[in-house]
C-alpha cells in the first residue's frame, strides 16, 4: 500500500503539468513526417556506411532548420525516417532536407559535353544514343539521371531572360565535385540579384584555378570565350563564362565561385547556400512516405482521442460499480489508481505519445479491468463454495492471477512482436500496450490485492452481499446445487479450508455457477447422476 | 428471460458441428467475396488505403465552400484532371466541410503547385490560426513492405502463442488456441473484403493486436479446463469443458463487455485514424469471444476424446443415457 502512494504521487508529480510534460507525436501536434528510399547516384543499395553518413548529414540540415524534437532513424537497410513535430514551414523543410546537393563542375568543351543543347530529354537521349552509347546506359540515363560515364544535366527555363529548358549529357567525372567546397554563403551578385558565394578548401582552390586556367588559354586559342557548368543534383545552376579578353585571367580564378543562375529568391538562395554547407548527400533520396499534418488537425485528433478514452473509462467504471457493487467499487479505484500511473509512466520516459498510442492506451483500460473481473469472479465463486470471504479473497485473488498471468503474456508477446516487425505509427500502439499490460499487473499486485487484504479485515465485509452474491441468486440455485458438480466440489473445497474454519453463512448462500438445467443441459447432467451411482 | 438461464447450462459441446458450421459459413463468405473482389487473388481483394499503393492524398477544409465539382475543376486545370476527390461532411471535428484529394504521386513542387492553386481558388481555411491542410505521400515500395513485414509478424505471433500454450497446457490445447486464432483472422479479414472497408496500416495493427487479445477468454476457459479435469476425471471430456465454460462464462461476457465499451467509444468520438482501429478491434473482440467457446474449446473437445480414457468415458455416458 505505501508502495503503492510513492507510486501514484510520484506519477502526479511528472504528470503535473500536463501540457508540459507530455511529448505529443506529430499526428497529434501537426508537423512532417518522411521516410526516405535511399539510392546511391547509379541505382544502387547503400552501405550501412552510407546510410550512417547520410543520417548525420540530415541532422545537421535539420538543425539548422530550427526544429526541437525531430528525430532521424534508420529504417531497415536502405530507409531512413525524418519526423518534424511542429515544424511550420513544411514545403521549405522538404526542399532543404531531401536534396541531395551533388555540387558538380564540368567544362562546356564538345569532349566533355557530347551533348546538347537540345530541347528535351528524350531529344538528348536520342542523340546520345546516334553516338553508338549502349541501349542499357541510355536507360539506366533515362531513370536514374547519372551512370558511371553520363549524366543527363536539365536546364530549366527561365521567363526572365526568355530562354526556354535545355538538356545536356556530360561525360563523367565531372572536372570538380563538391568535396572541393569549404563554405557557402548567401550575397547579392550582379544587379542586386540573390546569388550563392562557395568558398573552396584549398586543394579545390588549386583545382579550380586549374580548370578557369585552362578554359582561359582554350579561349584564347580559339578566339571564342569558354563556359563551364555548375551543375547541382542534375540541374545546371551557372554557367559561366571565362573572358579570354582579360588578361587579369590568365592565372585562372582561384578565390571562389559564384552560383547565379535562374531568378533565386534570397530565400531561396539562403537555403541553397545552407544545404551546399552541410555537404552533400552521398545518396539520393526518394520519398518513399510522407505524412504532413497541420497542428489544427492534430489537436482535434487528440482531442477527440482524449473524448473516447474519457468517456470509455467513465461506462467501464460503471459497469463495475453496478455488476460487482462494493468490490466494483474498489475495481474503480484500482483502475483510477493504473491511470495515473500510466500516464505518470509515459511522462516520466521519453515516449512520444502518438493517435495509436491513445488507442492502446484506452484499449489497456478494458485490460486492466478484465483483471479484477477474473479475480472477483473467482473470488465470489469461492465464496459459494463456502469459504469466509477472507480466505475466499486470498485463494480467489491467488488463482485469478494465475489466468491473467497466461492471458496476459500472451498480449505482450504479440504486441512484443508488433513492435519489431511493423514500421513507425503501429510501433508506437504496440509499446502502449506492453507498457499499459505491465502497469495494469502491478495494479493487480499492489493495489486491488492490498485494499482486498484490508477490507477483509472488516466485519461489514464479510456479507456476501457485498461479493455481488445476491438473495435471489441464492434461492434460485439451491435447489440445483445437488445435481451439479459444484456440490462435491464445495464439501471438497471446505475439506482442504486451512484458515477459514466452518463458514455457515456462506454454505447456505452458496451459489452453484450451474443453476437449474433446463431441456438444453439435460443429457450432460443426467450422464452426471449416472456417473456419482457407479463411484 | 429463459434465454439467459440456458447459456449457463447449455450442452455447448454437444453442439459442436453446428459451431463448425457457422463458422465456416461466415468464413466462407468472406473467403469468397475475397477471391472474387480480387478476381482470383484474395490478397487484391481487400480496398487497400493509400499507405499500400503509390500516391499522394492531401486533406483540406476551404474559407469559400466550393463544391466537389469546383474543386475537381480546380485540379484539372493544374493538370490533375485524375485525381479522386471526396467530400467529407467536417474535417475531423471542425465544422468546416473538407476534401480529400488523392493524386498519384506528387513532387515536392508539385505539391506546392497544387496546394497554391487550391489556395488562390478557395482560401484554405485557417480556423485558429494554422491552415487545415495535410498530406501524404507514399512511394511504391512502402505498401509491399508493410504487408510482407505484417505477414511476417501474423506468422512469428501463431508460433509464439503455440509455443507458449503447449508449455503452459498441452499441445492439444494450443491447436484449438490456433484454430481459434486463425479463425478470427479470417472472420475480420473477410468482414473487411465483404464490406469493402478501407485496410489502412492501422487496421493491421489492430489484427495484430487481436491475436494476443482474442485469446483472454480462451485462456479463461482453458485454465478452468486444466483445472477441473482432476477433480471430475470421471465425467466425459465433452461435459467437464460444459462445466468448465458455464463456470467462467460471466467472466467471459463480463472481460468482453468492459473491453467493448472503450472500443466502441473510439468508433464513435474517435478521428479517422482510432476509428480504423476500433472497428477491427471490434470486431476481432467479438470473433475472439465468441471463438473461445464455438472453435477452441470444442476442437480441444475434438482432440481429447480421441484419447482412450476419455472414449471410454464417453461410449459408457452415452450407454447409460439408453
Not at chain 1, 499526428?27 to 513526417?33: F, I
Not at chain 1, 456440490?487 to 463458514?503: F, I, M, N, Q, W
Not at chain 2, 459442436?16 to 472474387?36: D, E, Q
Request: charged share 20%; proline share 4%.
Amino acid at each position: 500500500m505505501l508502495v503503492m502512494a510513492v507510486l501514484v504521487a510520484a506519477s502526479l508529480y511528472f504528470i503535473i503539468p500536463p501540457s508540459q510534460k507530455t511529448r505529443l507525436g506529430l499526428d497529434l501536434q501537426g508537423g512532417l513526417e518522411i521516410v526516405y528510399s535511399a539510392k546511391t547516384a547509379d541505382g544502387k543499395a547503400p552501405s550501412s556506411a552510407e546510410l550512417d553518413q547520410t543520417i548525420g548529414i540530415l541532422d545537421r540540415r535539420v538543425n539548422g532548420l530550427g526544429v526541437t524534437e525531430s528525430a532521424i532513424q534508420k529504417q531497415g537497410t536502405d530507409q531512413v525516417s525524418v519526423s518534424l513535430p511542429g515544424v511550420k514551414d513544411a514545403q521549405q523543410a522538404l526542399q532543404i532536407i531531401g536534396k541531395t546537393a551533388q555540387l558538380e563542375f564540368f567544362k562546356d568543351d564538345p569532349r566533355s559535353r557530347p551533348v546538347g543543347p537540345v530541347a528535351s530529354k528524350d531529344a538528348a537521349l536520342k542523340q546520345l544514343k546516334r553516338q553508338g552509347v549502349s541501349k542499357a546506359e541510355i536507360e539506366g540515363l533515362s531513370t536514374d539521371g547519372t551512370t558511371a560515364d553520363y549524366s543527363l544535366i536539365q536546364s530549366p527555363a527561365d521567363p526572365v531572360s526568355g530562354q526556354p529548358e535545355q538538356w545536356y549529357v556530360y561525360k563523367r567525372p565531372p572536372a570538380m565535385t563538391g568535396d572541393a567546397v569549404k563554405g557557402a554563403r548567401a550575397g547579392f551578385g550582379q544587379g542586386g540579384k540573390p546569388n550563392v558565394l562557395i568558398d573552396f578548401t584549398s586543394e579545390g582552390s588549386r583545382q579550380f584555378q586549374k580548370i578557369t586556367r585552362e578554359l582561359y588559354r582554350s579561349g584564347l586559342l580559339k578566339n571564342e570565350p569558354q563556359t563551364f557548368a555548375i551543375v547541382l543534383d542534375n540541374v545546371m545552376e551557372s554557367d559561366p563564362m571565362i573572358d579570354y579578353t582579360d588578361p587579369g585571367l590568365r592565372d585562372g580564378i582561384s578565390s571562389g565561385a559564384e552560383i547565379s543562375g535562374g531568378n533565386m529568391t534570397l530565400q531561396e538562395s539562403k537555403d541553397l547556400a545552407f544545404v551546399l554547407k552541410t555537404g552533400a548527400l552521398p545518396v539520393k533520396l526518394i520519398p518513399a512516405f510522407q505524412q504532413q499534418v497541420s497542428a489544427t488537425l492534430g489537436k482535434d485528433s487528440l482531442n477527440q482521442g482524449l473524448i473516447a478514452g474519457l468517456i470509455g473509462l467513465g461506462l467501464v467504471l460503471i459497469y463495475m460499480l453496478v455488476y460487482y457493487r462494493f468490490l466494483g467499487l474498489v475495481a474503480d479505484l484500482a483502475l483510477i489508481v493504473y491511470g495515473i500511473l500510466l500516464w505518470g509512466l509515459f511522462s516520466a520516459i521519453p515516449v512520444t505519445l502518438t493517435l495509436p498510442g491513445i488507442a492502446g492506451m484506452i484499449l489497456t483500460i478494458g485490460v486492466a479491468a478484465d483483471a479484477n473481473v477474473v479475480i472477483f469472479e473467482r473470488i465470489k465463486e469461492e465464496v459459494r463454495y463456502g469459504k469466509t470471504v477472507r480466505s475466499a479473497v486470498n485463494s480467489g485473488y491467488a488463482r485469478g492471477f494465475k489466468t491473467i498471468l497466461d492471458a496476459n503474456i500472451l498480449t505482450m508477446l504479440t504486441a512484443a512482436v508488433l513492435f519489431v516487425f511493423a514500421t513507425a505509427s503501429p510501433k508506437g500502439f504496440a509499446l502502449t500496450l506492453i507498457l499499459g499490460v505491465l502497469v495494469s499487473m502491478l495494479t493487480a499486485v499492489l493495489f486491488t490485492r492490498a485494499m482486498l487484504g484490508v477490507l477483509a479485515g472488516f466485519a461489514f465485509f464479510s456479507r456476501p452481499v457485498f461479493m455481488g452474491v445476491s438473495a435471489s441468486q441464492i434461492e434460485a440455485t439451491t435447489a440445483a446445487e445437488s445435481r451439479t458438480g459444484a456440490a462435491r466440489r464445495r464439501r471438497a473445497a471446505t475439506r482442504t479450508e486451512v484458515d477459514g474454519g466452518p463458514a455457515p453463512a456462506a454454505v447456505s448462500t452458496a451459489a452453484a455457477a450451474a443453476p437449474a438445467p433446463p431441456a438444453g443441459g439435460r443429457r450432460t447432467s443426467t450422464s452426471r447422476k449416472k456417473k456419482k451411482k457407479r463411484r | 428471460m429463459n434465454f439467459f438461464r440456458r447459456i449457463y447450462s447449455f450442452d455447448y459441446m454437444g453442439h459442436k458441428r453446428w459451431w463448425f458450421t457457422i463458422s465456416a459459413i461466415i468464413i466462407g463468405a468472406g473467403l469468397i467475396s475475397m477471391f472474387v473482389k480480387g478476381g482470383g487473388n484474395p490478397v487484391q481483394g481487400l480496398n487497400y488505403g493509400l499507405e499500400f499503393k503509390e500516391g499522394t492524398r492531401v486533406t483540406v477544409a476551404f474559407e469559400k465552400q466550393p463544391t466537389l465539382g469546383d474543386v475537381r475543376q480546380i485540379l484539372a486545370d493544374a493538370g490533375y484532371a485524375d485525381a479522386q476527390i471526396q467530400e467529407t461532411p467536417n474535417v475531423s471535428g471542425t465544422d468546416l466541410k473538407g476534401f480529400q484529394i488523392q493524386t498519384t504521386t506528387l513532387s515536392t513542387t508539385e505539391q506546392d503547385k497544387v496546394k497554391q492553386a487550391l489556395n488562390d481558388a478557395f482560401t484554405i481555411a485557417k480556423p485558429s490560426g494554422t491552415e487545415v491542410y495535410s498530406l501524404e505521400t507514399v512511394g511504391a515500395t512502402f505498401g509491399r513492405q508493410v504487408v510482407s513485414s505484417s505477414i511476417k509478424a501474423v506468422a512469428i505471433a501463431l508460433l509464439l502463442i503455440l509455443i507458449y500454450v503447449t508449455f503452459r497446457f498441452q499441445w492439444k490445447f494450443a491447436v484449438g488456441a490456433i484454430a481459434a486464432e486463425i479463425h478470427d483472422l479470417l472472420i475480420v479479414v473477410g468482414i473487411y473484403s465483404l464490406t469493402g472497408r478501407e485496410v489502412t496500416t492501422a487496421t493491421i495493427a489492430a489484427v495484430l493486436t487481436i491475436l494476443g487479445y482474442s485469446l483472454y477468454d480462451t485462456v479463461i476457459v482453458y485454465d478452468r479446463i486444466r483445472e477441473n479435469q482432476p477433480k471430475l476425471s470421471r465425467m466425459p471430456y465433452g461435459d467437464m469443458v460444459n462445466v468448465s465454460i458455464w463456470e467462467t462464462l460471466t467472466r467471459s461476457i463480463n472481460t468482453t463487455m468492459i473491453v467493448l465499451f472503450p472500443v466502441l467509444c473510439l468508433d464513435l468520438f474517435g478521428g479517422a485514424t482510432l476509428k480504423d482501429f476500433a472497428f477491427a478491434l471490434l470486431v476481432g473482440i467479438l470473433s475472439g469471444a465468441y471463438s473461445s467457446i464455438f472453435v477452441a474449446s470444442p476442437i480441444l473437445t475434438v482432440f481429447k476424446e480421441r484419447e482412450p480414457q476419455n472414449r471410454k468415458l464417453k461410449l459408457a455416458a452415452r450407454s447409460d443415457q439408453r
